[in-house]
């Protein structure tokens, strides 16, 4: 942080800082990774280089969202932390949170713009104001409850103004008659009920800035930068708690993927899927929980790969009985070639619907079925984070199901038999040429391995590389439009 106060000077490839060694406003990861190792209240809170990092990738997701380049030179610690962190740590959930923290980073900034993110000082004043507002709504709370109380144990007063709603007087000579209509009451039931929403409100906006990472890298940076506050016994005690704050409730990442299955038996008629209909919704996409062997396939395919894009076949070249199946990588685009290897994986799997015997074999059915299905769900309902074009992607993918619909619709709720379905979709698919080389290479798949955990293996190299391969999409704005809906699965993967 600090580096909107830092003086830049124009470059041949943009701008870069022109004193950044002798500028103390300046809070990098190496100052952060320094001084946690000396000061006790840095180093009592385990997840601040992870945060910290978090938040200097958002600075660069920034700068890629605003397609703008700022050269920097010589500084080489924040790069090889990041090498000697993905590097020397082999679980794959560490690095997904610490994306998943940088996604949130960029949510709250482009789309919440929560007031953490401006000075410390309107930090805060806000903080103050909440808390002014939750005292006000509680002392009429307070006031209201009384006066309801007194009222139900003294009785209402004929006389009294405050208990009726309207006071009609009659005046008519000397003889005024006075009827009194309505309850106070009511509208004051109404009035404490919406003081309990407000102090709620205003108590849940305190607890979000005071659990907020914008607000613990801002108490960082402001820590590490004022000399005043290290040597405060009082500030490093509240800056000890402020990091200790933890709130389950304010995760960001939802954590689920999209599915969609091209071959699908279970197509009941039901209530939702009528709604889903009327309102244009995909039918027969589910979200799910994304299981840890897909996370751990996608991050150890990365980092075979060293941290670098794939070409999406590596995985085949490698393997002797993979070169095999390099033709089906070619096509006329990349949502050709998925939603042919994702025709081959559904066959794959009908045929081999029994579970695997062996746990490598397990993890790799599970990752290769999630990721078929989710770059399924990809082409049907956000083919917009594709590289190939949103109107092409979508009418390939909505052409082979039209035809494979009406074969798999006979077959609900009864016993798939493989010979007789793969007969049919032979017949149908002569129409189709993705349809036609997706049931080829499905064909050679069963036919050509015979070992099933061999094939589960396959399937699964491949669409870890798939998912790597077409995340670098250079349709940002579709990206950072998906953020905002809770940063899907491929958003993880390109940022």
Known sequence: MGEDEQQVEEGPHGYRFRDRKGNESLVTIGKVQIMSSTDGVLSSWPPLKDLCLSFSLFKLLRRRFARC????????IGPNMVCILFDSDPEPQRIVSIVADELSFACDFYHSL??????????????LFSLAGTAYCLFIAILMIQHVVSVAQVGPMSSDPFYHQITCVLMCGKNDQTKQFGSILFFMVLSFFFAIVLIFDEA???????????????????????PTWQ?????????HRVLQFRCNLL??????????????????????????????LPVQSKQVKIPTKVKAAIVNTLKSQNWR?????????????????SWACKGDGTSDVILVWHIATCIFEIRHSTEPSTADSISNKITATYLSQYCAYLLSSASELLPDDKAWSKKS?????????PIFRCWNDKPLEYEYMLLLLVEKSRSNMILN???TLGKQLVEGIEDEEMGWRVLAGFWSEMILYIAPSNNIDAHRRAIARGGPVLAVVFI
């Open 69 to 76: 380049v700022v050269v920097e030179e010589g500084s080489e």
């Open 309 to 325: 894009p794939t070409d999406c076949i590596s995985s085949l070249q490698h393997s002797h009985i993979g070169k095999s199946f």
């Open 437 to 439: 080389k997706g049931l």
């Open 251 to 280: 995760g960001y990442w939802s954590d689920r993927m999209g599915q969609t299955y091209i071959m699908e038996t279970n197509m009941n008629k039901g209530t939702i899927v009528i709604i889903k209909q009327l309102l244009r």
């Open 114 to 127: 929560p007031v953490s993110c401006s000075a410390f000082w309107l930090l805060v004043l806000n903080i």
């Open 397 to 405: 993918y909505e052409s082979a199901k039209k035809i494979v619909d």
């Open 204 to 226: 849940w906006e305190i607890v979000s800035y005071m659990c907020s990472n914008w607000t613990k890298v801002t108490l960082i940076s402001y820590y590490i930068t004022k």
């Open 231 to 239: 040597q405060s016994p009082r500030m490093r005690r509240l800056i």
